[in-house]
Nanobody, 121 residues
Framework: QVQLVESGGGLVQPGGSLRLSCAAS????????MGWYRQAPGKQRELVAD???????RYSDSVKGRFTISRDNAKNTLYLQMNSLKPEDTAVYYC???????????????WGQGTQVTVSS
């Protein structure tokens, strides 16, 4: 059973920072693309940043220059460093990953349960 578990969310003042983590666990053969998405109340889930299967990173225009995505392949963990946070960054943040479980070859997409980020004074 493969699972993704996010952590690191919370309440922060505007201009503050948070670091989110997403740990993949279980019987994993291979992890390729991983990413962070967010969903604010009343809005659709949107891409924040991702690490493509080709090894490149992408960011939404709204977070460029403020957020940094990184990963530790040895730990099967994805990170999102969020600086200069704004109230409009308030959302539930989800990670996803293309993971081939042990005994399989083709990956499937897994999602975490989400972690709340609230930016407010």
């Amino acid at each position: 059973q493969v699972q993704l578990v996010e952590s690191g969310g919370g309440l922060v003042q505007p201009g503050g920072s948070l670091r989110l983590s997403c740990a993949a666990s279980g019987s994993i053969f291979r992890t390729s693309a991983m990413g962070w998405y967010r969903q604010a109340p009343g809005k659709q889930r949107e891409l924040v940043a991702d690490w493509t299967s080709g090894g490149t990173t992408r960011y939404s225009d709204s977070v460029k220059g403020r957020f940094t995505i990184s990963r530790d392949n040895a730990k099967n963990t994805l990170y999102l460093q969020m600086n200069s946070l704004k109230p409009e960054d308030t959302a539930v943040y989800y990670c996803n990953a293309d993971i081939a479980a042990s005994g399989t070859y083709y990956p499937r997409l897994y999602w975490g349960q989400g972690t709340q980020v609230t930016v407010s004074s």
